[in-house]
């Protein structure tokens, strides 16, 4: 496990990778995000560590999470708060897998070039 600045630096560097990526590639979107989540993952964990890369794929399932509890009492005034709620859960679920797959294979090849400062 890498020191705890490695691992913020490892994670806000493969979050602004992920992110700039994804705004490049967004003419192709799943390819174009896989490759982002990919290469997101391999800074994080070059940076940081697999630790880095696992923060970096869990952060963003936990920020839509976030986001949707915010804006579930807008939308439940014309979707059922039951439906919405159980909609969230499962794609909060289902994209944590995903991002686990993706950022891990990155994080993985990443990680394997990390060497922690000392």
Same mark, same amino acid.
């Given at each position: 496990?890498?020191?705890?600045?490695?691992?913020?630096?490892?994670?806000?560097l493969?979050?602004?990778?992920w992110?700039?990526?994804?705004?490049? *590639?967004?003419?192709?979107?799943? @390819?174009?995000?896989?490759?982002? =989540?990919?290469?997101?993952? !391999?800074? =994080?964990?070059?940076?940081?560590?697999?630790?880095?890369?696992?923060? *970096? =794929?869990? /952060?963003?399932? /936990? =920020?839509?999470?976030?986001?949707?509890?915010? *804006?579930?009492?807008?939308?439940?005034?014309?979707?059922?708060?039951?439906? *919405?709620?159980?909609? @969230?859960?499962?794609?909060?679920?289902?994209?944590?897998?995903?991002?686990?797959?993706?950022?891990?294979?990155?994080? !993985?090849?990443?990680?394997?070039? !990390?060497?922690?400062?000392?």
């Amino acid at each position: 496990m890498g020191r705890v600045g490695d691992i913020v630096v490892g994670v806000v560097l493969g979050g602004v990778v992920w992110i700039v990526l994804n705004m490049f *590639l967004s003419f192709m979107p799943i @390819l174009g995000w896989i490759i982002s =989540a990919i290469a997101g993952g !391999y800074v =994080a964990g070059r940076f940081g560590g697999m630790a880095a890369a696992v923060i *970096l =794929a869990l /952060l963003t399932p /936990l =920020a839509i999470g976030a986001i949707g509890l915010i *804006l579930m009492p807008i939308f439940s005034m014309f979707i059922p708060a039951m439906i *919405l709620g159980i909609g @969230l859960i499962a794609i909060v679920v289902g994209w944590s897998i995903v991002n686990l797959i993706f950022v891990g294979v990155g994080g !993985y090849v990443g990680s394997k070039n !990390y060497k922690p400062k000392e």
